[in-house]
């Protein structure tokens, strides 16, 4: 089955840390990926997909399908960084439908 | 653009009533999906559509209800509201072509008691 784990559901780190977040997926398919963040009172944006290989907001997630993961990381996190983080899987991503299937989510706290 | 929109905020429902949920895009994107939050929980997809007239059942859809008449508004419907369905209700959509981000909305806050 199709699922999408996020092991801490809380991460605290001090302002200037390294950050990993981390996701790990099950499929049997090419997988599609993406990590999604929600601010406090925003709503639920994209921060970034694996397709994209690019770093947003100092943030980079790298697809590893050897260890089915796809972990997000910043050298240095900022205060602002603070927010819950989904990890989430795109299904049937050929028949265009990208229906997500979404981890439990880890809120990320940085303390100053 | 007031991008995906949402109505109500909140709302309470009691065991057995009814209700929609609204959700209107104004960015001409095909797809459109309903979510379902749980407390301390990812998000698991209730319907989805592809266009209008056409709609699919998601990972939970039993209890729910959609309809797509036009491009712009993918209504959720709850019959016979359970206290299993207090949740928070998101509504995204996504542009032509099935690829990229998917914009949600505010989200609507369920309770059925």
């Known amino acids: 089955a199709q699922r999408v784990t996020q092991p801490e559901k809380l991460l605290s780190v001090f302002k200037g840390a390294p950050v990993e977040l981390k996701c790990n997926y099950s499929y049997s398919g090419s997988p599609e990926l993406f990590w999604y963040v929600q601010y406090s009172r925003q709503r639920l944006q994209l921060l970034l997909r694996?397709?994209s290989r690019e770093s947003i907001k100092g943030f980079t997630a790298d697809l590893n399908k050897g260890e089915t993961s796809f972990h997000l990381k910043k050298p240095f996190a900022q205060e602002e960084d603070s927010a819950m983080y989904y990890c989430?899987?795109?299904?049937?991503?050929?028949?265009?439908?990208?229906?997500?299937?979404f981890g439990q989510g880890t809120r990320l706290t940085i303390n100053p | 653009n007031a991008g995906v929109t949402q109505t109500p905020k909140f709302r309470i429902l009691k065991i057995g009533q009814s209700m929609t949920l609204q959700c209107t895009q104004d960015?001409?994107?095909?797809?459109m999906y309903w979510y379902r939050q749980d407390p301390g929980m990812g998000l698991k997809l209730i319907y989805y559509?592809?266009?209008?007239?056409?709609?699919d059942k998601g990972e939970v859809p039993n209890g729910y209800n959609v309809s797509r008449s036009t491009t712009e508004d993918f209504p959720l419907r709850l019959e016979l509201a359970a206290p299993s369905q207090t949740s928070v209700y998101f509504c995204a959509s996504l542009p032509p072509g099935g690829l990229g981000e998917q914009y949600f909305g505010p989200g609507t806050r369920l309770t059925v008691t």
């Open positions: 559509s592809v266009g209008a007239g056409i709609t």
């Open positions: 960015m001409n994107h095909n797809y």
């Open positions: 694996h397709i």
């Open positions: 989430a899987l795109s299904l049937d991503r050929m028949k265009g439908a990208q229906k997500l299937v």
